[in-house]
């Protein structure tokens, strides 16, 4: 079986990470769980992600793309694992502070509100089909980044 081309993997990681920011923003408009400072950042960080998978998948160097592309998913991996540790310490909180004031003052957090503003506290992490919000985003970023080091290390055929 041939495997599939960089191109198709690279577009492929850039819609799975498009669905899980209309995912996220379901849980938010639907399902009453307001974001936190921290789970905006991580929108932003699967934002780069597909923005890198397309610049690779649409250019003449996939590869940069997918370097692109497994940076973002690497700082999204440490953005849900400061998240999961505000879970697991419960007097550390993120909270109401300077960081979600600077956030919500960001252009596009102004200007696309339903889709970046920070409302939630960090400590208070949903459940969403047995994992937290971050659980969840943690797997994610990093099956995005194992995908992205297989487009960087595999062989051109």
């Known amino acids: 079986m041939k495997s599939p081309s960089p191109?198709?993997?690279?577009?492929?990681?850039?819609a799975v990470c498009l669905l899980l920011v209309a995912v996220a923003l379901y849980l938010q408009h639907v399902k009453d769980m307001l974001p936190c400072p921290?789970?905006?950042i991580q929108r932003y960080l699967f934002l780069a992600?597909?923005?890198?998978?397309?610049?690779?998948?649409?250019?003449?160097?996939p590869k940069l793309?997918?370097?692109?592309?497994?940076?973002?998913a690497i700082g999204g991996l440490g953005v849900a694992g400061n998240h999961l540790y505000v879970l697991a310490n419960p007097g550390f909180s993120c909270g109401i502070d300077p960081m979600t004031t600077?956030?919500?003052?960001i252009p596009t957090a102004?200007?696309?509100?339903?889709?970046?503003?920070?409302d939630g506290l960090c400590e208070k992490a949903d459940s969403?089909?047995?994992l937290s919000v971050p659980q969840w985003s943690a797997a994610w970023f990093a099956i995005l980044a194992a995908t992205l080091v297989w487009v960087l290390v595999r062989r051109q055929a």
């Open 7 to 14: 191109r198709t993997v690279l577009l492929s990681t850039a």
């Open 38 to 40: 921290l789970c905006v």
């Open 49 to 61: 992600v597909a923005i890198g998978c397309l610049i690779g998948a649409f250019g003449r160097k």
């Open 65 to 72: 793309g997918a370097a692109i592309g497994l940076a973002a």
């Open 102 to 105: 600077a956030l919500n003052k």
């Open 110 to 118: 102004t200007y696309l509100p339903w889709l970046f503003e920070a």
């Open 128 to 130: 969403f089909m047995g």
